[in-house]
Every structure is written in C-alpha cells, then in structure tokens.
C-alpha cells in the first residue's frame, strides 16, 4: 500500500535540505564556521577557505542559483496566465490522425530506427521470429525482430558464461553443512601457516644445493 504524506514527510524534508545545501552552500558554511573552529582552532576552516576564496566563489554559486530559481519561477508563472483562458487537451502519441486507429497500423519500435538498424547492421545480432504463411486462409501472422549489440554478447557476455561455468566447478562447496565450513576454515587456516613454513624449507634445501 501507498505511503502517507507523513510517513514520508521526513524523507522530504532530508531532500530539500540537500536541495538547499547544494544551492546555497555559503549559508551552511557560515553556520559551520564556529562549532567547527572549536576543534580546528580556526586553522584551516576558516583562513584557508578565505586564502583559496573558496567563500567568495560559493557565494557566486549562491547568487546564480537563486537567480536560475527565479528564472524557473518567473516561467511557471508566465506558463499559467498563457494558458489561464486556453483549453488544453490530451491526445495519444503518434495518433497521426487515424480514425479508426488498431494495432496493425501503428508504428512498432523497429520502424523508428530501421534506417540507424541498417547503418549499424555490421555490429547487431538481429534475432527475427516469424510464423510462415501457408494456405489460402493462413492463420495468424507473427513477425517480431530482436537486436542485440554483437560487441557485447562477445566482450560481456561470453566471457561471464565462462565465468559462470568455472564457477558452477565449486558449487560443491556450498552444501549447506555446518561442519564442512569448519572444515574449509581450519583447512585454510593451516594452509596459510604450513605454505610459507613448506616453501622457506624448500629454499633453504635449494640454497643447501647450490653449495655443495
């Protein structure tokens, strides 16, 4: 079920005083300045800020962006006394001016981009599905047409099917027995201490070798 307003309400407010931050961040680093200057003992907060005039650019952002609000403003406002005695209609998309509209004279997706499909051809995989005619009455015609990108079924997704079947290797390690995780961790706790005992032994028997 829907949310009520109230339930909502603070994850609004969280919203528009991210909203404020971005738009006036001067105002909040003021406010800052003090509590901050407690624990930075006004070193870097505040004389570096003004050095780098990181405050004056700040206020620039706060004058534009109040300006861009205004602007917004004035144009929903201009908006609204335009259309005040104006009927506004709604009409569907691409209703072309067809009367008697029905699917099988709209426009499908494919058609829209027939010429950028043709263009790009050499690096599509076009899948089609089709139902044959047969018969003097045929029965219910079916055409559908798939692209797909054919650098990303090679470079994506071919190799994570590789992946997925190294993979599907191990899934005997997953078993769901409680023991056999103990297992895997003494067994891997020990490999971690026993390896590098193994190997330094290994090369002292090499070193001891090369001496002889």
Request: aromatic share 14%.
């Amino acid at each position: 079920s829907e949310r009520s307003f109230w339930q909502l309400f603070p994850m609004y407010m969280a919203a528009a005083l991210m909203l404020l931050i971005g738009l006036f961040p001067s105002i909040f680093l003021n406010l800052l300045k003090q509590p901050v200057g407690l624990f930075t003992r006004d070193i870097a907060f505040n004389h570096s800020l003004s050095q780098m005039g990181t405050i004056d650019s700040l206020q620039t952002i706060n004058w534009v962006s109040a300006g861009f609000m205004l602007f917004i403003l004035a144009v929903w406002v201009t908006r609204k006394l335009v259309n005040r005695t104006k009927i506004v209609t709604v009409a569907p998309t691409w209703g072309c001016g067809y009367n008697v509209p029905s699917p099988k004279i709209q426009y499908t997706a494919n058609s829209f981009v027939r010429s950028y499909t043709k263009l790009a051809k050499p690096i599509l995989f076009i899948e089609k599905e089709e139902t044959e005619i047969t018969g003097i009455f045929p029965s219910k015609k079916r055409y559908e047409t798939h692209p797909y990108d054919n650098i990303e079924r090679i470079l994506i997704d071919l190799p994570l099917k590789k992946v997925a079947e190294i993979r599907e290797l191990f899934v005997f390690l997953q078993n769901g027995h409680l023991q056999r995780y103990i297992l895997y961790g003494i067994v891997f706790i020990a490999s971690v201490i026993v390896i590098p005992v193994l190997i330094d032994h290994i090369m002292t028997f090499i070193q001891f070798l090369n001496h002889l």
